[in-house]
């Protein structure tokens, strides 16, 4: 199920016709390559630095802004092996 929703294949909060497109994963707020808007924002604004943990990291797009932004230690996991290979 973790590895369907990861893909795309299992994602209940998009419309069917969605689900069934075979650019599904491409629709996936988690794929977008960007970390969370409200991150993106927040580094804006603050001038915060320290160690960083983010439990179901995906693949990575907050720890890699959080590293640019000089965090000395960043560490993300994740319950699906191919978001974090």
Do not use: M
């Not at 995906?58 to 560490?75: K, M, P, Q």
């Amino acid at each position: 199920k973790w590895v369907g929703f990861y893909q795309g294949s299992y994602a209940p909060h998009l419309p069917a016709d969605a689900r069934e497109n075979s650019d599904a994963a491409g629709q996936l707020p988690w794929r977008s390559h960007q970390p969370a808007s409200q991150l993106r924002d927040f580094l804006a604004t603050e001038d915060v630095k320290g160690r960083a943990l983010e439990l179901g990291c995906g693949t990575g797009e907050n720890l890699v802004a959080l590293a640019r932004h000089g965090f000395d230690f960043v560490c993300g996991v994740d319950i699906v092996k191919e978001a974090v290979e």
